[in-house]
């Protein structure tokens, strides 16, 4: 699994490192340049179109206890997180990219290192308007997602319960997009959007994890038919991106992706919505509270619900995570 993730954060360096360099080859050639007579001297004009930001940094939480009459496990947690976008502006054309990963372990006293998070997002939306005053793009747009290393559902390790590319999420659509001219708020609405979920571990595919079909077996249990490791949706798409100051040093921001299929139960919206909270100490220490909800249809919950070891496939249910940490932020 080391090897693996280690390949993983190398392959995503190596991707976006070779995404960088057009970036700074843009910024040398496309401007433009205009030279009009000011005092008898030539002032040259230069447009930057490309704009870029990085941020990387690590949250940590630590507690340790000697002595302590109350009792308590000694644990620490690190939280590892980066997010680069590289954006294209010029005149009736716009060009966003954005790349987030994130990776969090837990170590506590009496258990084994354990994944707290872990995320791979990679987002680009091209934008094509009539007229340089309007706020609405024809759009192009492609979203995807997975993760770096195994899941488990602790404390059992035996079998992953999701691996890299099980689950990967691909959307691929055309719509339209509001853009606000400050860009604190984006909104697409996409009527034809191709959505591809990925499970490409054999054994969760025969499994029938995250929606895709199943294997089949006889009365004796032996296997017919492998299970499908993509399953193929058509449907409506719906993403808004809001960004405020609220308070003096606390910044807002929030994502919601709303999607539902036309061919299998249409009105039935899968949901992906996060909030959070960005809380500046200084230019190197902010804190962060997020929230993280999700809901899908078709990924089913798994609980061991009569103690035999084994986990029994449930209905849907709502997903969600909390995220509160401090910690180190280097923007560049």
């Not at 280690?6 to 843009?26: C, D, E, M, R, W």
């Not at 299970?227 to 058509?234: A, D, L, N, Y």
């Not at 100051?245 to 992706?257: A, C, D, E, G, L």
């Not at 709303?258 to 809380?279: T, V």
């Amino acid at each position: 699994m080391k090897a693996r993730l280690i390949l993983s954060l190398i392959s995503i360096s190596f991707f976006f490192g070779s995404f960088t360099f057009p970036v700074y080859a843009q910024n040398q050639t496309a401007q433009d340049t205009t030279k009009t007579p000011q005092d008898s001297a030539d002032v040259e004009k230069v447009v930057i179109y490309w704009s870029e930001k990085n941020a990387v940094g690590v949250n940590l939480n630590e507690v340790a206890f000697v002595n302590w009459n109350a009792g308590g496990n000694n644990s620490i947690s690190s939280l590892f997180h980066g997010e680069f976008e590289r954006n294209f502006k010029r005149k009736l054309t716009s060009w966003k990219n954005y790349l987030s990963l994130r990776y969090g372990l837990n170590s506590q006293q009496g258990q084994e290192l354990r994944k707290t998070d872990d995320q791979i997002h990679f987002k680009t939306t091209f934008g094509y308007r009539a007229d340089s005053v309007s706020n609405w793009y024809y759009s192009g747009n492609i979203d995807f997602r997975t993760q770096f290393a195994n899941g488990y559902k602790y404390p059992n390790k035996d079998a992953a319960i999701s691996k890299f590319m099980a689950p990967g999420y691909l959307l691929i659509g055309v719509g339209t997009q509001f853009s606000h001219p400050d860009e604190n708020f984006n909104a697409y609405i996409s009527p034809v959007t191709e959505k591809s979920t990925f499970v490409l571990d054999q054994r969760l595919a025969n499994e029938g994890a995250y929606g895709v079909e199943g294997a089949e077996y006889d009365d004796d249990d032996n296997l017919i038919k492998e299970g499908k490791k993509v399953r193929s949706e058509f449907g409506f798409l719906v993403t808004s991106d809001y960004k405020t100051q609220v308070f003096p040093n606390v910044n807002m921001n929030t994502q919601i992706s709303l999607y539902s299929d036309y061919l299998n139960n249409f009105g039935n919206i899968d949901i992906d919505w996060q909030l959070n909270f960005d809380m500046k100490v200084n230019d190197f220490i902010k804190a962060n509270i997020g929230s993280h909800i999700l809901y899908d249809d078709d990924v089913k919950y798994k609980e061991d619900t009569n103690d035999d070891g084994e986990l029994e496939t449930l209905g849907p249910r709502v997903q969600w995570k909390q995220l509160l940490g401090i910690g180190f932020t280097y923007v560049f």
